[in-house]
C-alpha cells in the first residue's frame, strides 16, 4: 500500500546551504500556521533560507511514536540549535494533559504544537504515525518516513553540515479538491459515522476506554443503520494505517451492511472537523443538526434519531 501520492520527476537535486532554489512544496503549505502550546505560531517559510526543519507527527496512544521518543529528544539535543525541531500531535482521541504527560515522561524539549483542526495532517498528506518529515534550508521536502532509522539519522547529519544529498525524486504532495467534499441533496437526511479500523483493538491496552467506545459504537451503528432506514447512512474509515484489505476485514469483522469506505484523502474528516473517533455526525441540507461521540446510553440515542 502507497503511504504518499507523489509525481516523480527524474531528475537530481543537490541540497547546498547556498543554493536558492524555490521550495519544492506549495506556497500554502509554507505559509500554514504552526501554533505552538507556548503560545507561538510558527511557518515554514520563516525558516526558508535560515535553517532546515525536521516535523514529526506523534500520538500519546501511538506505541511506535512512544518507542521513537528517546531518539526525538536525542535528535533536539544534538541539532536544535542549527535545526528546527517541531513536534505535532494529531489530537485525534488526545487532549493538552495527556500530551504534556508524555512531553514530561521522555522529556522533551523542542517545541510542540496540537493539530486541533487536522489541518496540517490534511495539507501533508500524512497516513499514519509517526510521520517525519525533513525540510531542508530551502524549504525543500527531502525526507517522508515512518522510521526513525539510520536514513533519517544520515540525512539530518548531512543537512546539518551543509553537505549534498542526493534525491531521485521531487515529491509533491497532493492535495485534496473541493469535488472530495461530502454534498448533500435538498430534504434529504445522512448519518455519517466517522471510525478507523483499528480503533476498537490498537486502543485496547493504551485507551481501553476508548477501544470499549469503538466496539459500543459500530454495534451500534450497525443495528441502527437497519432500523432507522429514513436515514442515508454512510461509514468514513479514517485513512490511517487503512488500505482496502483492512476495509475487507473490518466490513466482515462486523458484519457491515451500510455503505462505508476510507476517506482516502482526509477531507471528510476534515471538512466535519472530526479529532475523536468514533464520532457520528448527522447532516441535513449541508448543516449538522446532531453530533456524537459517546455511544453508552444506546436508549438515549434511538430517542435522539427518531426525533430526526
Known amino acids: 500500500m502507497n503511504l504518499f501520492k507523489i ?5 537530481l537535486y543537490i541540497v547546498t546551504g547556498n543554493t536558492a ?3 519544492n512544496i506549495p506556497d500554502n503549505i509554507l505559509n500554514m500556521p504552526i ?14 533560507g535560515k535553517k532546515p526543519v525536521y516535523l514529526k507527527f506523534w500520538a500519546s496512544w501511538c506505541q511506535p511514536c512512544l518507542k ?6 536525542q535528535v533536539q539535543q544534538q541539532y536544535g540549535d542549527k535545526l528546527q525541531v517541531v513536534g505535532i500531535n494529531l489530537a485525534i482521541n488526545d487532549n493538552l494533559e495527556m500530551v504534556n504527560k508524555i512531553k514530561q515522561k521522555y522529556k522533551l524539549t523542542m517545541p510542540t504544537a496540537m493539530d486541533n ?17 525533513l525540510f531542508d534550508k530551502n524549504s525543500n521536502l527531502v525526507h517522508i518516513t515512518h522510521k526513525a532509522d539510520e536514513i533519517l539519522d544520515n540525512k539530518i547529519a ?18 485534496p479538491t473541493d469535488s472530495n467534499r461530502f454534498k448533500t441533496q435538498r430534504d434529504k437526511t445522512y448519518a455519517l459515522f466517522f471510525s478507523a479500523t483499528w480503533c476498537d483493538w490498537y486502543f485496547k491496552d493504551s485507551r481501553p476506554e476508548m477501544s470499549q467506545q469503538c466496539i459500543k459504537a459500530q454495534n451500534y451503528i450497525a443495528n ?3 432500523s432507522y ?38 477531507q471528510l474528516f476534515y471538512q466535519f472537523k472530526v479529532t475523536t473517533l468514533p464520532t457520528l455526525v448527522i447532516v441535513k441540507n449541508d448543516k449538522i443538526i446532531f453530533r456524537t461521540s459517546s455511544f453508552d446510553q444506546p436508549l438515549a440515542l434511538n430517542k435522539q434519531l427518531i426525533k430526526l
Not at 509525481?7 to 531528475?11: E, G, K
Not at 521513537?68 to 529528544?73: A, G, R, S, V
Not at 548531512?158 to 492535495?175: F, G, R, V
Not at 454512510?234 to 469483522?253: C, D, H, M, V
Request: aromatic content about 10%; cysteine-free.
Open 68 to 73: 521513537q521518543m528517546h531518539h526525538f529528544e
Open 117 to 133: 483542526n487536522s489541518a496540517l495532517a490534511n495539507a501533508l498528506y500524512l497516513k499514519g504515525t509517526p510521520y517525519h518529515l
Open 158 to 175: 548531512l543537512i546539518n553540515q551543509d553537505q549534498p544529498i542526493e534525491m531521485l525524486a521531487n515529491e509533491t504532495l497532493t492535495q
Open 21 to 23: 532554489n524555490a521550495a
Open 224 to 226: 441502527a443503520s437497519e
Open 229 to 266: 432506514k429514513e436515514l442515508n447512512w454512510q461509514g468514513i474509515i479514517s485513512r490511517l494505517w487503512t488500505g482496502a484489505e483492512e476495509l475487507t476485514q473490518f466490513k466482515n469483522k462486523y458484519q457491515i451492511q451500510y455503505p462505508i469506505n476510507i476517506d482516502s484523502q482526509n
Open 35 to 48: 501554533k505552538l502550546m507556548n503560545g507561538d505560531t510558527v511557518t515554514l517559510k520563516q525558516f526558508q
Open 7 to 11: 509525481i516523480f520527476i527524474t531528475t
